[in-house]
Every structure is written in structure tokens, then in C-alpha cells.
């Protein structure tokens, strides 16, 4: 199936003039966006079903990732170079006038996810396709995706994400696999006359899942794995019961909206709708394909892995139970034996405002069966641990308490393994957060340090390194990523380094041109691009960054002759709608924007950019144009994180507390090639027990933290509402909970290190290689090998040499 530059053409101008009745010529962008788009889909469909078809041939055991979100970034481009047509499609197009970019931007960036752990899950779905391993995402279809962010007066305001206005060219609607799922009425047990109970419902609200499938492809392996999204319905019997909008709202609301909270529970009781009915919906499903494959269901473990993506689709097990026990008919004992060894389980936050905690009444009401398994599971538990490990753990661990069910407990009691999401991460579950149960449990316990895939983050991103490392080092890197630290025998070739410093400058350019574009800020691309890119949260630290920005703005004010190095701050982040305090910090860096980039003083010296609507496509344009990545979160907060991944990957060099996978960033890199600074997170165990800081103290010790802070409240900034004192007080009088003030002057001291060094161009250059080329221990596809491996016990299936190697480390 070698397409040619020629066939394309002809391929596409038929495909066009067949869908819209015009001519090619006459096509606006949006038309040409959703041709070529089918056309992918249909060029690729063939192994869309040769691939599902030869998994239950080989009777290949299958990996269910189930996840409330999925952030898969625009796909054209993904799918056209993964199934390696991309630049036959584009020379073809520049033959017909078309822009292939331009077309490529036309395509809808579905933000069906918060943050990095709905983009982990698209990463995870790159790595299983191009792996050659029998993978499949479960989801959900909402129709509204995270808010649309607009700043008004440099506040934010959240605005509908109609992503689905435009046809969705990817996904197949597939009525031949729905499934019904029950909410509410009464639920009890009877027994029959063949022996075993049988479970009896009534006045239940029953809702219809529908499945959308979407292709994923693989990189140049010709395989093609399913991401399955839900969507709900009225079933089609009950639909005479439906008569106006009110009616219809308990069942359509349910996949209408993405929950914008990111590592925060918001106990809603539609959330748990979402939760159980993607949950049951994908359990339902999985058993009815497994019937395909003939093997008793005491083997579902041989052929099914079910993956519980934090603690949101943790039903998953007491649904498995259910539907082994009530409708396979198996015994309590057979259904606990499959369910927890098919069943595994990643925690993605310590943070206890995270941790999903369900009222019992709530659930009670709402899943009526799924509580009654629940409390047995409980019980069970209680009654087997209590007298091996007394009290204290018993009930620390049970999974109803005081009034509700702990999913956490509930994820790790149900699962044969547990794992965190980078190292550091995973020694706090086990010494810390889950301590009772890695001494129930040691066995279950493992890290899984995140990954990113190489080829959106890289190969795609930034196609001018990818061509440079292709020259220096072959290609064979892009199937094996441990090749990648070939690179780093360039690390004294000047000419090398040149081309690096040039590449990186280019993609500055591109990216000064688009902020001049879209906030009419003119930057200097010879400046340090400074970037911090997530979601806005406290542990996160924005407000730090700021600091350090309010600082430099002062030192320059006071030493206008003083000469600096110029710096851009880039900013990125969305605030949960409801997060008071996250929203001040936006607006207190939007103002500073203002006061920085307009004071004629200031000029080149310093510009903050706070782009709107950060989200998977504005990554991939501010990324490769990075010099320094921000990753200053308070140690032991952040679980992770995967930005840090992507901006070393792309050159950038990272500012750094030691937290997530910083630590191994660093051990990975060097600490000569990264800026560590800040507390450690014994430091701040200790300074938390001991409940010896004093913030106030600081403020009132140190001079030039004091200038600093008080700039925040003392009109410095202008068009300010109280959101600078806000910060001010929370910091000041309210003890600092994230410890920003005690590590204020370290990471200024880090920023310094960072000015000293870039004013020594190849020197910096030479680090940003070394951050290049160590980047390779990164790539999801190692981290997808572990989790088949070590947790899923899932193969990779070649069928040739072609896509990624099989990989040993
Ligand atoms: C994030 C973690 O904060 C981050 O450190 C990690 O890299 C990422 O997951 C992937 O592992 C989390 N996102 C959420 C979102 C919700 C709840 C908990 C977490 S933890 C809704």
C-alpha cells in the first residue's frame, strides 16, 4: 500500500468533489480539513480491522485503559505521519495550491481532559499502537470539552468548548455495541431454582451507552488500536416515555460536560453518573468481546487487563464483580479471584483535596447493587484483616469510612497492582499515604515513571531538530529512542552546537511572530524564553515565578544602566472555574504583564506573555521554542508532571525543585546540565511536623522579599481588585502553606546561574544538547513496555521489523 504523490491527488480531488458537490478549487479550508481527514481515515481503516481481527485470531490478551479523560491533541497530522503518508500528502497538496498547515489548523483540538493525566492517557494510546500492543482507551464522549479560556480586563472567563460543532471526522458511532446502564430504583437478591441468586430490578433510570470509536494509530507498524468513547442516550423502547427537555436532561446530561477540576474531588453527584456509566458501559463491552474468544471465564485474566486510571473509574471492580456474579453466575470467590487479577491500579496525586471520597448515601441511592458489593468487599476485607493486623490498620484501611466510601481503598484493595508515577512519588505512597497498605500489600506495590511520546513532542513539534538528530545520528532513534544518546558525542562539536543554537532561534522566531500575532507583543527572540506551562494551581507555584518577575522588574527600575539578560516569561495555564484563588494569581501575572511590557524603561529587557486557552496544540508551538522550562513545584507535590519531559526534550533546560520526576530528570541529565533549587521534600516533612515556620518572619528579615511582596499591595501593579493582597495575605499572614516565601531566595539565586550561563551562548547550547539526548529514557514507550510487562502481562505483536523495535533497555 505505497501511496504515490499522484494517486493521493487523484484519490483526493474525487474525495472531495464526492462530499461536497464542488470542485477542490472552490473548497474553503474547513471543507479541505474534513476531506482529507476521511480520506486519512478510510486509507487507514483496513487496518483499523485487520488489527482487531488478528488480536482475537492470535487470541491476544488485551489492555483496557480506562480513563474519565483523554487529551489526543489534533490528529491529522499525528495519524498522516504514524502511518507515514505525511509528506506525500503534503507535497500533493502544494501541488494543488493547498496549505497542508493551514489545513492542519483547521481541525478542532478536543480538550476532553483537564491536564497532564488525560494527555498521559493519549500518550499511553500513541505508545500501545506503535508498540504493536493489543491496547484500547475507554472514555468518555463529552460534548462540551474543558472551558475555553478568554482573560477580560486580565481576569479569566470561561467559555463553552463546542468541540463537536464541526463534524468529528475520526470517530465511528458503532450502534451495534451499545449497552444499558442502570441507575437508582430498588435492588434485591432472589434466589431461583438453578442455585444461585438472581439480582431484580425496579424503577431504574436506564440510560443507553453509545460507543464512538476512534482510530489509534500506530507509528509505521500497520497497526491500529480503538479509543472507545461513550456517549448516552435515551434507549430506543423507552423513548415514547420521554416528552419534553426536563425529562430528557437526568440521561443527556451525563456525558455533556468534562468535570474542569484538576487534582481537586468535587463530590457532584453527576460525576458519579459519569464515572459508573463509563465504567459500566466499558465493563459490559470487554465481557461481551471476550465471549468471541471461547475460553472459560476463570481464563478472563489470561485475555484481559483492566487499567483504573487514578481512582475516577475504580467502579470498575465492584461492576466486574457484578456482572460475573449476576449475570455470569459465578460465586463471590471465582468473581474476586478474576476481578482482582485483571484489575490495576495508578495513583496520580497525594494532594488530599484529590482523593475521591463518595458520601454512602449518595452512592447508596444512586447504584444500589454496585453499594451492596461494595459493602461485602468491605467486610470481607475487615473480617480476614482484623485479626492479623488489629485495629488501627484494619480501619485505616477499610473502604467505608465515617459515612464514605474511599476509592483510593477501594482501587487498591480490588487490584493486583498499584503504582505511582515517578519515583519519589511512589516511595510517599508507600511510606506515606498508602503506608498500611504496602504492609498488607508489598507485593502490589511498583513505580511506573510517566512517559511522553517522542513523536507528537518531538518528530512533529519541532521538525528541525528531528532533521538534525536524523543527520548526526541516522534515524534508527525515532523506533528505538535509547539511540538518542548517540547525540550527546556532539556535545563539543561546535558546528553541531550552532545548528542547535539555530534551530532553537528559529523556533523562537516562530513563536515571537505568534505572540505578536495573537497579544501584540513584540519579544526580542534573542532573549531567554522562560516558560511555565500547566494548570494553575497553588502547589504549582505560579505565584513564585511571579515573585521572581516582580523582582527583576524592581532591580531594573533601580539599576535602569545595569545590564541584564533579556527574558520573555511565558505563561500557560487554566484555573478551575471554581478556584478563587487561582484566578487572582492569573490576573496578578496578567497585570504584571501590563506593567512590565508597557513601562518604556523596561524595553527588551523583560516581557511577560500569558497566552489564553492553554491546551495540547498551544503546547506544541510554545515547547520547542523554549530556553528554560519552570517545574518549581513544592517538593513532594506535583506526582510527576510531563511538561518537564517535553521542554528537556526540545532543549529546554530545566528549572527545578527536586519533586516528581524532576529527581530522575536530574539523574538522567546531569546536575550540571539543570537548576535545581528550594527545599527537599524531607525538608519540608520536617518543617510541616515541627510546625517551625514562620513566613511572617521572612517577610520581615529579608529586604528585598519584603519589596517584592509589598509591590503586590501597594498600587506597584496596576489595575489590581484586591487580588494582589489577596496573594499578599496569603502569604504573608496565613503562613504560606506551599512554603514559596522560604524558597524564594533560593530560586532566585537558581535564576542568577540561569542569566550567568546563557550569557555564554555555547556553553547553554551545549547543555540544551545534553538535555536532548538524554531525554530518551522518557518516551512512553518504555513506559508502556513496563506496564506490559510488569503489570499488564501484555504482548507486543510484530508481524515484520517495521515500527518500533521490541524494546529492551
Ligand atoms: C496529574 C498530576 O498532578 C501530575 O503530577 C502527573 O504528571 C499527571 O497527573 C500524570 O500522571 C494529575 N491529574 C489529576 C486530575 C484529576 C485528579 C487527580 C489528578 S493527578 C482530575
Not at 39 to 45: E, G, H, Q, R, V
Not at 196 to 213: H, R, S
Not at 298 to 311: C, G, L, M, Q, V
Not at 672 to 677: P, Q, R, S, V
Request: glycine content about 6%.
Amino acid at each position: 500500500m505505497n501511496l504515490t504523490v499522484q494517486e493521493f491527488i487523484e484519490e483526493y480531488k474525487t474525495q472531495f468533489q464526492t462530499m461536497f458537490a464542488y470542485s477542490y478549487e472552490e473548497g474553503t479550508t474547513e471543507q479541505h480539513y474534513t476531506a482529507l481527514g476521511i480520506f486519512i481515515k478510510n486509507y487507514l481503516s483496513r487496518h483499523w480491522k485487520e488489527t482487531r481481527e488478528s488480536y482475537i485470531k492470535e487470541g491476544a490478551k488485551q489492555v483496557y485503559y480506562f480513563s474519565m479523560e483523554f487529551l489526543p491533541g489534533r490528529q491529522l497530522r499525528n495519524n498522516a505521519y504514524n502511518l507515514g503518508i505525511l509528506d506525500i500528502i503534503k507535497e500533493g497538496l502544494t501541488e494543488l495550491d493547498l496549505s497542508f498547515d493551514s489545513i492542519a489548523e483547521a481541525e478542532a483540538d478536543p480538550a476532553l481532559g483537564n491536564g497532564g493525566l488525560g494527555r498521559l492517557a493519549s500518550c499511553f494510546m500513541d505508545s500501545l499502537a506503535s508498540l504493536s500492543i493489543p491496547g484500547n482507551g475507554n472514555g468518555i464522549r463529552y460534548q462540551y470539552g474543558l472551558f475555553r479560556q478568554k482573560f477580560v480586563d486580565g481576569y479569566q472567563v470561561e467559555v463553552p468548548e463546542n468541540w463537536l460543532r464541526n463534524r468529528n471526522v475520526w470517530e465511528t458511532r458503532n450502534n451495534k455495541s451499545t449497552c444499558l446502564v442502570r441507575f437508582g430504583g430498588n435492588v434485591w437478591l432472589e434466589p431461583n431454582d438453578k442455585g444461585y441468586y438472581e439480582a431484580k430490578y425496579e424503577n431504574t433510570l436506564n440510560v443507553l451507552a453509545v460507543p464512538y470509536d476512534t482510530p489509534m494509530v500506530g507509528y509505521r507498524n500497520n497497526k491500529v488500536n480503538n479509543l472507545r468513547l461513550w456517549s448516552a442516550e435515551i434507549p430506543v423502547e423507552e423513548e415514547a416515555n420521554y416528552h419534553t427537555l426536563d425529562e430528557i436532561q437526568p440521561i443527556s446530561e451525563i456525558t455533556q460536560v468534562l468535570y474542569p477540576d484538576d487534582s481537586n474531588y468535587e463530590g457532584q453527584l453527576l460525576r458519579l453518573k459519569q464515572e459508573y456509566f463509563m465504567v459500566s458501559a466499558g465493563v459490559q463491552s470487554i465481557i461481551r468481546h471476550f465471549r468471541k474468544y471461547n475460553v472459560p471465564r476463570k481464563n478472563i485474566p489470561d485475555k484481559i487487563a483492566i487499567h483504573i486510571n487514578d481512582t475516577h473509574p475504580a467502579l470498575a471492580i465492584p461492576e466486574l464483580m457484578r456482572i460475573l456474579m449476576d449475570e455470569e453466575h459465578l460465586t463471590w470467590d471465582q468473581a474476586w479471584e478474576i476481578t482482582q487479577k485483571t484489575c490495576s491500579y495508578t495513583n496520580h496525586t497525594i494532594l488530599r483535596e484529590a482523593l475521591e471520597k463518595w458520601p454512602i448515601d449518595m452512592m447508596k441511592e444512586l447504584l444500589p447493587r454496585i453499594y451492596m458489593i461494595i459493602e461485602e468487599i468491605n467486610r470481607r476485607f475487615v473480617d480476614y484483616h482484623l485479626p492479623l493486623y488489629g485495629e488501627r490498620i484494619t480501619w485505616q484501611t477499610a473502604i467505608l469510612q465515617n459515612g464514605v466510601v474511599n476509592m483510593a481503598h477501594l482501587a487498591v484493595i480490588g487490584s493486583h497492582s498499584v503504582n505511582g508515577v515517578a519515583k519519589l512519588h511512589t516511595d510517599i505512597l508507600m511510606s506515606d499515604v498508602l503506608k498500611d497498605f504496602f504492609e498488607i500489600y508489598p507485593e502490589r506495590f511498583n513505580n511506573k515513571t510517566n512517559g511522553i511520546t517522542q513523536r507528537r513532542w518531538v518528530h512533529l513539534a519541532n521538525p528541525e531538530l528531528t532533521a538534525l538528530i536524523d543527520e548526526k545520528i541516522g534515524e534508527e532513534w525515532k523506533r528505538n529512542p535509547a539511540e538518542l544518546k548517540v547525540f550527546k558525542g556532539f556535545e563539543q562539536d561546535e558546528e553541531t552546537l550552532k545548528q542547535v543554537a539555530e534551530i532553537k532561534l528559529n523556533n523562537k522566531k516562530r513563536l515571537a511572530d505568534y505572540i505578536e500575532e495573537v497579544k501584540g507583543i513584540q519579544v526580542n527572540p534573542r532573549a531567554l524564553f522562560d516558560v511555565q506551562i500547566k494548570r494553575l494551581h497553588a502547589y504549582k507555584r505560579q505565584h513564585l515565578n511571579a515573585l521572581h518577575i516582580l523582582h527583576r522588574y524592581l532591580e531594573i527600575k533601580r539599576n535602569p544602566d545595569k545590564e541584564v539578560v533579556p527574558r520573555v516569561f511565558i505563561f500557560g495555564a487554566k484555573a478551575a472555574p471554581s478556584y478563587v484563588y487561582a484566578k487572582q494569581i492569573i490576573k496578578v501575572i496578567n497585570s504584571i504583564a501590563d506593567l512590565v511590557n508597557n513601562d518604556p524603561d523596561i524595553g527588551d529587557k523583560l516581557k511577560v506573555v500569558f497566552f489564553e486557552n492553554y491546551g495540547v496544540s498551544l503546547a506544541e508551538k510554545i515547547i520547542p521554542a523554549a530556553d528554560i522550562g519552570e517545574q518549581i513545584s513544592l517538593a513532594s507535590m506535583e506526582a510527576s508532571g510531563t511538561s518537564n519531559m517535553k521542554l528537556m526534550a526540545n532543549g529546554a533546560l530545566t528549572m527545578a525543585t527536586l519533586d516528581g520526576a524532576n529527581i530522575e530528570i536530574k539523574d538522567f541529565v546531569g546536575e550540571d546540565n539543570i537548576f535545581i533549587f528550594g527545599l527537599t521534600d524531607k525538608e519540608v516533612y520536617e518543617l510541616k511536623a515541627n510546625q517551625s515556620y514562620q513566613s511572617k518572619e521572612l517577610y520581615e528579615t529579608n529586604e528585598q522579599l519584603r519589596r517584592v511582596l509589598d509591590a503586590l499591595k501597594d498600587g506597584t501593579i496596576p489595575g489590581l481588585n484586591g487580588e494582589g493582597s489577596a496573594i499578599f495575605d496569603s502569604l504573608v499572614h496565613y503562613n504560606d502553606e506551599y512554603f514559596v516565601l522560604k524558597d524564594f531566595e533560593s530560586y532566585v539565586d537558581a535564576q542568577n546561574r540561569a542569566d550567568a550561563l546563557y550569557a555564554k551562548p555555547m556553553e547553554w547550547t551545549r547543555k540544551s544538547l545534553l538535555n536532548i539526548a538524554s531525554s530518551a529514557p522518557f518516551s512512553a514507550d518504555y513506559t508502556i513496555k513496563r506496564y506490559a510487562d510488569d503489570i499488564w502481562k501484555v504482548k507486543q505483536y510484530f508481524t515484520g521489523d517495521e515500527g518500533v523495535q521490541p524494546l529492551d533497555e
